[in-house]
């Protein structure tokens, strides 16, 4: 019992005399002219440390600075480059005679540092590169021995960093953004276990504020190999004239876990909520090859873009388009899709998008070695399904591309009017479209593109137009009937339309098209300009069934070929019959049986 006596009295003895020295003798005020001068020497600034420096003793020993200031190149405005209100780092005495490093507190607060760009380029940086270091030749450090003193534990009572200030000044642009770290705390942390954390951080720019805050809890293991953040919940809100509804408001909650060991990152997203847009996900990152190699899976919600980009926006948009394509277009650079190893897999309950409507979105793709590939898509849309497949190569300067889609029981007349405002043809609809081409300018994605494909629909309607009732019309003009009044349905039923196309320089041909109803035969071709939203079809017609159940009378028109065109613009196309070819088909059936009678009479000459 004395000798612990003993032991704890020369221990304290120790303590004591540290402090005198320390206090008496070793006063830290008295190098300050010498860290002055060298920090202005090194930078070429004006350094300042106008609080006195002090101790802290026991239980913890360490120092407090204040005043701290370093200057800015001469004719900057603000004149300081970094300037510091307080900053405190205490050590625990005791636990250091054991091995241990436990940091009793870690402070800082009023740190302001204003980055300057002024109009000739130069910047607060310059003269702080340590260029003269880097001239002088450096000693190859020989292979040290491992030290016989190891850290046995770390533990840090608390950092706190408050008030922290950045101001980005560009006199090229005269903007001025300001980034603000409120607050940064840290509770207590040891090695192995969980520390609290939370932040709160705000951002001035000249387009936009934000303002964001999170906590959630760190853990970095023994070995230090690997480290964890778990329950990370960050709230963010976004507000700005850019910003869709002019206000974004985000929450996102997540578990990070970084291997350094295996050099790998993982990020488990079990929420993430923006403008009414929920999801999850994983993504994984192995940061230890030259080029990163990134997984992210991700499922999404209902996403409606419509209500995100409110009309009078789109309006915005349209006209800024139309003002910008008057300046000469160039390739986008896709050689940034070289520096990327990216896998990406997507499911989405639904998107709404200019009203139309997709379900149960599957997606996988990949980016890697300039290549950007939709291996699979697929999504159910109006009682249907889409399925595609897409790939871009962007390791040239102009890009090429090429794809592959199908569309299979799908419901035409709905997709048409919400896709295009087109209410042309009803019933359920095949697709199928091959296509290929260069370059991403939009003139010349029309000009350069090269498909082709066929189409079937089952079960459907021609609307603005009813062929039977047209064919009525021109039976009773050729009997004279001139008063004849079209008041009925502007519909044609049909039971199967199809046909093939290719479009090349932005024009759709389609040289087959069949359409087959339990009234009439059509077949035809023509062609759609998409570049002027235009139409050219020349069609003929056959009657193979009675009219007279839809008011008609004898079919007097019974084996003639009617022609019939379409033509105008996409969005009102304009049907009508070819009268006089009518009249000449008539004409030469009429004919044709005098010929055979007159034969019959002859005796066959």
């Known amino acids: 019992?004395?000798?612990?006596?003993?032991?704890?009295?020369?221990?304290?003895?120790?303590?004591?005399?540290?402090?005198?020295?320390?206090?008496?003798?070793?006063?830290?005020?008295?190098?300050?002219?010498?860290?002055?001068d060298a920090v202005k020497e090194q930078t070429g600034r004006e350094f300042a440390i106008k609080d006195d420096l002090s101790w802290s003793f026991f239980p913890s020993i360490g120092i407090n600075l204040g005043g701290i200031t370093l200057s800015n190149?001469?004719?900057?405005?603000?004149?300081?480059?970094?300037?510091?209100?307080?900053?405190?780092?205490?050590?625990?005495?005791?636990?250091?005679?054991?091995?241990?490093?436990?940091?009793?507190?870690?402070s800082l607060d009023g740190l302001t540092l204003n980055m300057v760009t002024k109009k000739d380029g130069a910047n607060?940086?310059?003269?702080?590169?340590?260029?003269?270091?880097?001239?002088?030749?450096?000693e190859e450090a020989a292979p040290s021995e491992k030290s016989d003193l190891q850290l046995q534990s770390l533990q840090i009572g608390g950092v706190s960093i408050t008030n922290t200030r950045i101001n980005l000044i560009d006199e090229t642009s005269d903007t001025k953004q300001v980034f603000m770290l409120n607050s940064l705390t840290l509770g207590e942390f040891?090695?192995?276990?969980?520390?609290?954390?939370?932040?709160?951080?705000?951002?001035?720019?000249?387009?936009?504020?934000?303002?964001?805050?999170?906590?959630?809890?760190?853990?970095?293991?023994?070995?230090?190999?690997?480290?964890?953040?778990?329950?990370?919940?960050i709230n963010t809100d976004v507000a700005g004239d850019s910003i869709p509804n002019k206000k974004l408001s985000t929450q996102l909650v997540t578990d990070i876990n970084v291997a350094l060991d295996s050099q790998t990152l993982q990020v488990a997203i079990s929420k993430l909520s923006a403008m009414d847009i929920n999801a999850t996900g994983d993504i994984k990152v192995n940061y230890g090859n030259k080029i990163p190699k990134i997984n992210v899976q991700m499922d999404f919600g209902d996403i409606d873009l419509d209500s995100i980009m409110p009309a009078s926006e789109q309006t915005e948009t349209k006209e800024t388009e139309q003002v910008a394509s008057t300046t000469p277009a160039e390739e986008p650079d896709l050689s940034a899709l070289k520096t990327i190893d990216l896998t990406l897999g997507m499911t989405v309950k639904s998107i709404k998008v200019s009203n139309l409507l997709t379900q149960d979105w599957k997606m996988k793709a990949t980016v890697k070695d300039g290549i950007a590939n939709l291996s699979d898509f697929s999504a159910n849309l109006y009682e249907g399904s889409i399925t595609?497949?897409?790939?871009?190569?962007?390791?040239?300067?102009?890009?090429?591309?090429?794809f592959e889609q199908t569309l299979s029981g799908v419901q035409f007349r709905p997709l048409l009017k919400d896709a295009a405002d087109i209410d042309l043809i009803s019933g359920a609809a095949n697709f199928n479209v091959k296509g290929s081409g260069k370059s991403l300018i939009p003139d010349n994605l029309k000009k350069n593109l090269l498909a082709n494909g066929d189409f079937a629909i089952a079960d459907g309607s021609l609307y603005g137009v009813n062929i039977p009732q047209m064919i009525r019309s021109a039976q009773d003009k050729l009997k004279g009937d001139l008063s004849a009044k079209n008041d009925e349905e502007l519909k044609t039923d049909f039971t199967?339309?199809?046909?093939?196309?290719?479009?090349?320089?932005?024009?759709?041909?389609?040289?087959?098209?069949?359409?087959?109803?339990?009234?009439?035969?059509?077949?035809?071709?023509?062609?759609?300009?998409?570049?002027?939203?235009?139409?050219?079809?020349?069609?003929?017609?056959?009657?193979v069934g009675?009219?007279?159940?839809?008011?008609?009378?004898?079919?007097?028109?019974?084996?003639?070929?009617?022609?019939?065109?379409?033509?105008?613009?996409?969005?009102?196309?304009?049907?009508?019959?070819?009268?006089?070819?009518?009249?000449?088909?008539?004409?030469?059936?009429?004919?044709?049986?005098?010929?055979?009678?007159?034969?019959?009479?002859l005796g066959g000459f």
């Open 124 to 138: 607060s940086l310059d003269g702080l590169s340590g260029d003269k270091s880097a001239t002088e030749p450096k």
């Open 190 to 233: 040891s090695l192995g276990n969980a520390a609290d954390f939370a932040y709160d951080f705000s951002a001035q720019m000249p387009d936009m504020t934000v303002n964001s805050n999170g906590e959630g809890q760190l853990t970095v293991q023994h070995d230090l190999s690997k480290v964890m953040i778990s329950g990370f919940s």
């Open 496 to 543: 199967s339309l199809t046909g093939s196309y290719s479009l090349k320089n932005a024009v759709f041909t389609n040289p087959d098209l069949s359409m087959a109803s339990p009234l009439i035969r059509l077949a035809g071709n023509g062609s759609a300009n998409i570049d002027s939203q235009t139409v050219d079809y020349k069609l003929t017609t056959s009657v």
């Open 1 to 36: 019992m004395k000798a612990l006596k003993w032991l704890l009295g020369i221990m304290a003895s120790l303590i004591l005399i540290l402090v005198v020295y320390l206090t008496v003798f070793f006063d830290l005020n008295s190098f300050k002219p010498q860290i002055v």
């Open 546 to 601: 009675s009219l007279a159940g839809q008011g008609g009378g004898s079919d007097a028109l019974a084996g003639v070929d009617i022609p019939l065109t379409i033509k105008g613009s996409m969005q009102d196309p304009k049907f009508g019959i070819d009268t006089s070819a009518l009249f000449d088909a008539k004409l030469k059936g009429e004919t044709d049986k005098l010929k055979d009678s007159l034969f019959k009479k």
């Open 73 to 106: 190149p001469e004719n900057f405005a603000p004149a300081t480059f970094v300037e510091i209100n307080e900053a405190v780092a205490n050590v625990a005495l005791m636990p250091l005679l054991s091995q241990e490093v436990e940091i009793a507190m870690l």
């Open 388 to 402: 595609a497949k897409a790939k871009l190569d962007g390791r040239q300067k102009v890009a090429s591309y090429n």
